[in-house]
């Protein structure tokens, strides 16, 4: 029998960014509307649609090896997993998600401790209670289906524990915040057994650096010319690199050329310094990933 890793894709807002990214990794993810059991090219990965909030409960449950969920749901569940590493998803955003406590504007709590016997309303409900229990702060609270911000407007809770990166929607709505109790990013996680399985350890550690490398891809392009040999020096160092630019000599002739990589937002300024140095045949080509 083959063997087989079991991998879940986080439905919803990073379902295609995760998809496209396992592309530029080099496995081609297929979707349907109509399951949520996509395709893949790779005979040794099985997929499966799961939503981030139950992400690390189902791996923990043995029922997937590894996974895509934020680290704000992983420590809600409290779930027993292996964390491989981060994923910063620049497509979606490359800010840390904060859940913060929250007050109204005229509210006279200042911490975590004036909220004793208060109501908090949050999504996050394990995680919140597991917070001020540490504190030693008594507090009743309970879950929020949405619309979490009015729930204070209009009375029905004292504070909210509520998800943000740039406080801009709470302090709109006449909101307050107090403190930050966690920041979170994307992260893949293992099941435990899977992850001290040798073979499917090896999976997940070949996924992951793909991955990796795809994601310090983004926004980054390779950058190549042909230059007269006495430019060299004043070229180089116009070139940001990993290490250094690549220089070779072209054949018979006292030109070489050099090969770089760069962010593309630099190259529109760059470009025009090189062809003032003398500069010629610039090519500009797009990166899948940086290992």
């Not at 059991?37 to 690390?56: A, I, T, W």
């Not at 999504?123 to 229990?133: I, M, P, Q, S, W």
Request: aromatic residues 6%.
């Amino acid at each position: 029998m083959s063997k087989e890793l079991r991998l879940g894709i986080p439905k919803g807002s990073l379902e295609k960014a995760t998809i496209e990214l396992f592309g530029k990794a080099g496995w081609k993810i297929k979707t349907s509307s109509r399951s949520y059991f996509p395709s893949c090219d790779d005979v040794g990965l099985n997929c499966s649609l799961v939503r981030p909030q139950e992400m690390s409960k189902i791996l923990e449950r043995g029922v997937l090896d590894v996974g895509i969920a934020g680290r704000d749901w992983v420590r809600e569940n409290d779930s027993d997993v292996v964390e491989v590493g981060e994923m910063v998803y620049s497509k979606v955003s490359r800010r840390p998600a904060r859940w913060v406590l929250v007050v109204a504007q005229d509210s006279p709590v200042q911490g975590p401790e004036d909220l004793e016997g208060a109501t908090i309303s949050t999504e996050l409900v394990g995680f919140t209670k597991r917070f001020f229990a540490e504190q030693n702060i008594q507090v009743d609270v309970e879950f929020s289906w949405g619309a979490t911000e009015a729930k204070i407007l209009k009375g029905l809770c004292d504070a909210i524990v509520e998800v943000t990166e740039t406080g801009s929607t709470i302090k709109a709505n006449n909101l307050r915040i107090v403190q930050t109790l966690m920041e979170s990013v994307p992260v893949l996680i293992a099941n435990r057994d899977a992850w001290e399985d040798p073979w499917k350890r090896t999976k997940i550690e070949q996924i992951y650096t793909l991955l990796q490398s795809a994601l310090r891809a983004e926004g980054m392009v390779g950058l190549k010319m042909n230059a007269p040999g006495d430019k060299v020096e004043a070229i180089s160092s116009l070139l940001p690199s990993l290490n250094r630019p690549t220089i070779a000599h072209l054949y018979n002739s006292d030109w070489v050329s050099i090969e770089t990589i760069l962010p593309e937002q630099e190259v529109r300024s760059i470009v025009p310094e090189l062809l003032r140095l003398g500069a010629e045949g610039i090519v500009e080509y797009p990166l899948n990933k940086i290992i």
